[in-house]
């Protein structure tokens, strides 16, 4: 039974590319300077970047490449969700289900199509997952933006993961590839929608290793030993407290600079007049003998007159 594809009808692999598209579409809307363009090649490879990286790691020729339909159907979707952004907002719960089922049926394609190829059960999980996610992936590339997938959020791969395990366990005690295929569907869309409704995540990874924690101890108790020994003690006094000898804590700081002797003062050499006080004292040198200069003309001057004067009678 494992070399059998779970096979569905055009119309709905066309509708979960679509589906796809938009929701790359609406995401890239809040980017600015992204043109029509770039717009219709976000959601294309949003909605079918999963089954085109599936095809490649099978080393075949792209399936969304067999048909027209494929872009067409992309580009279309794409530019509604450009255009109607706001709109589909108000309808994103609608959305959110019509993705979750659509990355169930990824999954299921790709799972069934890699065994159908002779592959290992592991690497055909690996691509049925790939073949889910991959469209989120190339979107997040395309954008120059991290990848949602590899940080902290609602399940996602994990989903998809569940799902196509639970198609390969299926399969293996020998459930037809049709039943298997839905289960596997139900799975992942049941899953990813739990998770977002109630915020499920894998745990975040943590920054200190073992080797960091293990000398982070080893300081603590070298700590703690020296503190029983007596080795280093901590001051426990608060401000305001008596000590253990009956007197108070200073208050003042200990580090003041002290005020140097008069004697030393005196010795101290006077410091040099600068450029500015040099050039101050000649102005006022220079103003001063001018004002001599002209009190000793007006003196001159009044002298003078006194001597011209007719003497009287």
Not at 59 to 66: D, E, H, K, N, W
Not at 84 to 96: M, S, W
Not at 142 to 170: D, E, F, K, Q, R
């Amino acid at each position: 039974m494992l070399d059998e594809t779970f096979r569905i009808a055009l119309p709905i692999d066309l509708i979960a590319a679509a589906v796809g598209s938009l929701q790359g579409a609406m995401f890239a809307a809040g980017f600015k300077r992204i043109d029509l363009l770039g717009v219709a090649m976000i959601g294309i490879f949003s909605g079918i970047g999963g089954g085109f990286l599936r095809d490649v790691l099978l080393g075949i020729s792209p399936a969304a490449f067999s048909d027209n339909l494929y872009l067409i159907v992309g580009t279309l979707a794409a530019f509604m969700g450009m255009l109607l952004a706001r709109l589909l907002e108000k309808v994103d719960p609608v959305i959110t289900v019509f993705d979750a089922v659509s990355i169930g049926i990824f999954g299921a394609l790709g799972t069934t199509k890699a065994l159908s190829f002779g592959l290992p059960v592991v690497p055909a999980l690996f691509i049925g997952t790939v073949a889910a996610v991959g469209g989120g992936v190339l979107r997040d590339l395309m954008l120059n933006i991290p990848i949602a997938l590899m940080h902290v959020g609602s399940l996602y791969a994990v989903a998809s993961l569940a799902g196509v395990g639970t198609l390969v366990v299926l399969l293996s005690f020998g459930v037809p590839v049709m039943t298997a295929g839905i289960v596997c569907v139900v799975v992942t869309a049941v899953l990813r929608l739990l998770a977002v409704r109630f915020g499920w995540s894998l745990p975040e990874q943590r920054t200190l290793s073992r080797i960091q924690l293990r000398r982070q101890r080893q300081v603590e108790q070298a700590v703690e030993e020296a503190l029983a020994t007596g080795a280093i003690t901590l001051p426990i006094s608060l401000p305001g407290e008596s000590l253990d000898d009956g007197s108070r804590p200073s208050t003042q700081p200990e580090s003041l600079p002290r005020p140097l002797p008069g004697s030393l003062l005196d010795a101290l050499p006077e410091p040099l007049p600068s450029a500015s006080d040099a050039d101050t004292g000649r102005g006022s040198h220079d103003s001063h003998d001018a004002h001599s200069a002209h009190d000793a003309h007006d003196a001159h001057d009044a002298r003078d007159t006194r001597d011209s004067r007719p003497p009287e009678a």
